[in-house]
Nanobody
Framework: VQLQASGGGLVQAGGSLRLTCASS????????IGWFRQAPGKQRELVAA???????NYGGFVMGRFTISRDKAQNMVHLQMDGLKPEDTAVYYC???????????????WGQGTQVTVSS
C-alpha cells in the first residue's frame, strides 16, 4: 500500500495549508493514519492521528490550530493547518499505524513527505 502526501508549500505566518494523505489501498479507510513532521536537526514528531472510527490525537504543540479528518469516499486523510508559525516549518509525512490505548503508535509505512515552510 502506497501513501501519497501532498499539499505542502510556502505560506506566511498566520496562514493556512491543508495536507492530504491518499492511498489506493482497499483497506485505507480501515487504517489508522498519523501525520508526523521532521525539521532539520530534530526528531520526527507526531502532529496528529486519526483512527478508522475517527478517534483523534494531537501533538501538544498543536493547541487547537490543526484539525485531522478523513474522507472515506475519497480514501483520503486531511490535515488542516491554521495559524501556522515559522516553527511549524518541516517536512510532513503521513504514516499508517495503530493505537495502543489512547496513543497512536507509528507503523512502518510512510508517505514520501511534503515540505511546509512558514515565513515570518
Amino acid at each position: 500500500v502506497q501513501l501519497q502526501a501532498s499539499g505542502g508549500g510556502l505560506v506566511q505566518a498566520g496562514g493556512s495549508l491543508r495536507l492530504t494523505c491518499a492511498s489506493s489501498g482497499s483497506t485505507f479507510n480501515d487504517d489508522s493514519i498519523g501525520w508526523f513532521r521532521q525539521a532539520p536537526g530534530k526528531q520526527r514528531e507526531l502532529v496528529a492521528a486519526i483512527s478508522s472510527n475517527t478517534r483523534t490525537n494531537y501533538g501538544g504543540f498543536v493547541m487547537g490550530r490543526f484539525t485531522i479528518s478523513r474522507d472515506k469516499a475519497q480514501n483520503m486523510v486531511h490535515l488542516q493547518m491554521d495559524g501556522l508559525k515559522p516553527e511549524d516549518t518541516a517536512v510532513y509525512y503521513c504514516n499508517q499505524g495503530d493505537w495502543f490505548g489512547t496513543s497512536y503508535v507509528k507503523g512502518t509505512k510512510w508517505g514520501q513527505g511534503t515540505q511546509v515552510t512558514v515565513s515570518s
